[in-house]
């Protein structure tokens, strides 16, 4: 079918507003509400077996692996490694017979990750894949297979696919966690009715639109700008990142908020803007702690919270971002919202090709 831009200016505008659908539309597939189980493939190994898990990726969709080796880890405390696709083969990496092995990909056709998922088969590694396309080789490789249903996704950088892959592995998370026996139905309950309001908050998160638009003309002038998050707000801090370069062609680190003391903050001026991804809970103020180091440098902080965080931290930033208040398993999903909007509104400003960014493929089919 013919794919437009509806009443979109660009079709990463529109793909980002699609999210709280597909997300919806990819958690109906994963989670059961009847029973508020989280309901998976069956696969044809035994996942209570699986002892270590290699996630390996590229671009957004590595981002998306972050945040969930932060999951398995932590719901089924089975140990993650966690690489980039063109590093994986070359670094000879140790693969115990009997893992698992976790591609996760948009186009199912990047060449390093395809490649990286042939060599851990060849390691005897079973082969799992999020995966958008389900027509790929990757899909066709796959053992489980777990499709994310984001629809057809033209922008270059990677908008729409990385939530949908965030709505999938936190199913597989608490699937593997039942697996292990560290579940328990209530736990596992909750995390489904968590993970079911995600689309709603995503679209609170998106009524933020115009104050998003706002904050446009303080990043748009900067030559550097840093991204600082902890936990799971590392990878979206990285992702925040990503994003800015990609499609606004202006320089952007993400940082673990706390290792910025490590380096970066050495590069703190006025000139630079701060964006501080720290909604409230458990790590909150450990970063408002980083995110002050900042300040006392003449940063300018840019705060994304929610009203709890704001209320609390807000105080001498530049300018300050309120999300709803959201349990922080659906946090990644939610904050992956202004993160993508500002990227996309800083391009606007600039009068990038917001669709089509210079050097930059869908899909990267050679090494
Ligand atoms: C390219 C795209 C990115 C994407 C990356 C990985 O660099 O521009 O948006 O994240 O490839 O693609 P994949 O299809 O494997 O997710």
Redesign the pocket.
């Given at each position: 079918a013919m794919i437009d831009k509806g009443n979109h200016r660009h079709f990463m505008q529109k793909e980002i507003y699609e999210q709280p659908i597909v997300v919806a539309q990819t958690l109906r597939s994963y989670l059961r509400r009847i029973d508020d189980q989280v309901s998976l493939p069956v696969p044809d190994f035994d996942l209570s077996a699986i002892r270590r898990v290699t996630i390996v990726?590229?671009?957004?969709?590595?981002y998306a692996g972050m945040v969930a080796k932060y999951w398995f880890e932590q719901f089924a405390r089975v140990p993650v490694d966690l690489d980039v696709a063109s590093e994986f083969r070359y670094r000879a990496p140790v693969m115990e017979d009997g893992g698992l092995a976790l591609f996760?990909?948009?186009?199912?056709?990047?060449a390093d990750?395809l490649a990286a998922l042939r060599h851990a088969r060849a390691e005897g590694q079973k082969i799992a894949v999020v995966v958008?396309v389900p027509t790929s080789s990757m899909a066709r490789e796959a053992d489980l297979l777990l499709p994310t249903h984001a629809g057809p996704e033209i922008g270059?950088?990677?908008t729409k696919?990385?939530t949908c892959q965030l709505a999938v592995l936190a199913a597989l998370a608490a699937n593997f966690a039942r697996a292990k026996g560290r579940l328990t139905p209530e736990d596992e309950k909750a995390i489904v009715g968590h993970l079911a309001e995600a689309p709603a908050a995503m679209n609170q998160a998106l009524a933020q639109d115009e104050a998003i638009q706002a904050l446009a003309p303080l990043i748009a002038p900067a030559r550097d700008v840093l991204y600082l998050g902890r936990g799971t707000d590392y990878p979206l801090a990285l992702e925040g990142a990503l994003k800015l370069k990609?499609i606004s062609y202006i320089h952007a680190e993400g940082y673990a908020a706390g290792e910025m003391k490590h380096g970066p903050i050495a590069l703190i001026d006025e000139a630079v803007p701060v964006i501080v991804i720290a909604p409230s809970g458990p790590l909150f103020e450990k970063t408002v702690s980083n995110m002050q180091e900042v300040q006392a440098r003449g940063g300018k902080v840019v705060l994304i919270s929610d009203e709890e965080g704001i209320e609390a931290a807000g105080e001498g930033c530049l300018a300050t971002l309120a999300l709803p208040k959201v349990h922080p398993l659906i946090a990644p999903m939610v904050y992956a919202v202004p993160v993508q909007l500002l990227a996309y509104h800083v391009a606007v400003l600039k009068g990038t090709d917001v669709d089509q960014p210079r050097n930059?493929?869908?899909?990267?089919t050679v090494e």
């Open positions: 990726a590229c671009g957004t969709s590595f996760i990909s948009q186009s199912g056709e990047t990750t958008n270059v950088a990677s696919a990385f990609e930059l493929a869908k899909s990267v």
